[in-house]
């Protein structure tokens, strides 16, 4: 909290902040997530011995003021059954093991992620009504149908897979405000999708541009970081990391045709730490 009215004038990383989004911070949200934190959690598991070597700043206890990320969910599995299947295989094993924290915890994740995609459903059909434009209004008839789908089923084209993988880095975002929540082999798990919605004519141009705006994406992450930790990270640095090509499980080329539509769209539209390497380097 003592951090709130420092935002705006810190070396690093600064934020513009109103006092009326500081009462919030500071009525509503900080009260309630007092003691509950997960930085508030560390702490109490640290002997005051650890803690008085802290203050001497010749050691610290690393990143305790947000989620650490440096991992990969399984888009393929998201992908592939849709949020609906996803929770019936968590509640059949939440009935098996009722004391298992994990499984109640995923489960209250999937059912929350399904009510914030539905109210983006809500949102894009409230901002369609009040659109006089008719190109805009289909758009957003179109995203509202495309995040009904999702909340519910897997994906059956390019557009419903782009936005479903989208929504799920946003809530990843919500639930650790972390790094290094990379990409995966995009080009292999998104492939199937790519194809279907060739294969159902729609226009290859459009198909580059979903790709094009998932990149513009991924430059709107702006990690909110303490003031000691932008000392170290400064520059808002997000670290989306895409893996292209590589091989298949039999040894032969992975490569395909959206590896080359994923490096065709970054030159104009890069990830802001996007830096293309070579299996190895």
């Not at 098996?96 to 949102?123: C, G, K, M, T, V």
């Not at 995040?147 to 059956?156: F, L, R, Y």
């Not at 419903?160 to 292999?188: H, K, P, T, V």
């Not at 790709?211 to 303490?226: A, F, G, H, M, T």
Request: glycine content about 4%.
């Amino acid at each position: 909290m003592k951090e709130l009215d420092a935002f705006p004038t810190r070396p690093q990383d600064r934020f513009a902040i109103s006092e009326a989004d500081k009462q919030v911070y500071r009525e509503q949200l900080y009260p309630y997530w007092e003691k509950r934190s997960m930085k508030d959690f560390i702490n109490g598991q640290m002997s005051e011995e650890v803690k008085t070597a802290t203050q001497t700043q010749i050691f610290s206890v690393n990143q305790t003021d947000k989620g650490q990320g440096h991992i990969i969910i399984d888009y393929p599995r998201l992908l592939n059954n849709g949020l609906d299947n996803l929770l019936t295989e968590l509640q059949s094993h939440a009935e098996q093991q009722p004391d298992n924290a994990f499984y109640a915890a995923a489960l209250l994740l999937l059912q929350a992620s399904q009510r914030h995609i539905l109210r983006y459903e809500s949102l894009a059909r409230q901002m369609a009504e009040q659109c006089s434009d008719e190109t805009r209004r289909a758009e957003l008839l179109r995203i509202a149908e495309i995040s009904s789908h999702n909340a519910h089923h897997k994906p059956q084209d390019f557009y419903q897979a782009c936005q479903l993988f989208w929504y799920m880095n946003i809530i990843l975002q919500y639930e650790s405000n972390a790094s290094s929540l990379s990409l995966g082999r995009f080009d292999q798990y998104m492939l199937p999708f790519y194809q279907a919605s060739l294969n159902q004519g729609q226009d290859p141009a459009f198909l580059k541009e979903l790709l094009e705006s998932l990149w513009v994406k991924c430059n709107d992450i702006v990690l909110l970081r303490s003031t000691s930790s932008a000392r170290y990270f400064a520059g808002f640095p997000t670290g989306y990391t895409i893996l292209l090509g590589g091989l298949t499980e039999t040894g032969r080329s992975a490569v395909n045709v959206l590896s080359f539509l994923c490096l065709d769209g970054l030159p104009e539209y890069p990830p802001a730490t996007a830096e293309p390497r070579r299996a190895g380097q």
